[in-house]
């Protein structure tokens, strides 16, 4: 079945393009997802007009997550916690931590686009970084300090 991609597929192709693919992927998981339109000819004459609305569209969800990227980086996460002499955490800050902070900044994303390896387990100042959209990374200086 041949079908346009409505939005970039990994191992697929990108938007625009017009891929054959096998009956079921394209009935149970492309067409379902919005990411592909069967190639009929009416889709076919209509593809340049599709492919400005998907490029539109693509502007604007860019343009919003660079928006939140300066939001985001005008902030600075401080944590107070208690620690040791040695200046290691009990306890530690996490990704969570991070994305209530943000919530309670009216910021609202989800914890897996916030990049911690491993939660935070020492005193002083990190830099997180925030992957809002594939092309926008936002960094959030995020200092933890010790309670008295």
Excluded: C, W
Aim: aromatic share 4%; net charge positive.
């Amino acid at each position: 079945m041949k079908v346009i991609l409505l939005d970039d597929v990994a191992k697929l192709g990108r938007r625009g393009e017009v891929r054959d693919v096998s009956d079921g992927y394209a009935r149970n998981f492309l067409i379902p997802k919005k990411l592909a339109l069967s190639a009929t000819q009416g889709n076919l004459t209509n593809l340049d007009h599709i492919k400005k609305q998907q490029e539109a569209k693509a502007g604007r969800i860019k343009s919003d997550a660079e928006g939140l990227r300066a939001r985001i980086e005008a902030l600075s996460y401080e944590e107070r916690r208690q620690a040791s002499e040695e200046g290691k955490l009990f306890g530690s800050v996490t990704s969570q931590d991070i994305v209530e902070f943000l919530g309670r900044n009216g910021i609202k994303i989800e914890r897996r686009r916030v990049h911690l390896d491993e939660p935070i387990k020492t005193l002083g100042e990190t830099r997180v970084q925030i992957r809002i959209h594939p092309d926008v990374t936002a960094e959030l200086p995020v200092s933890v300090v010790r309670t008295e």
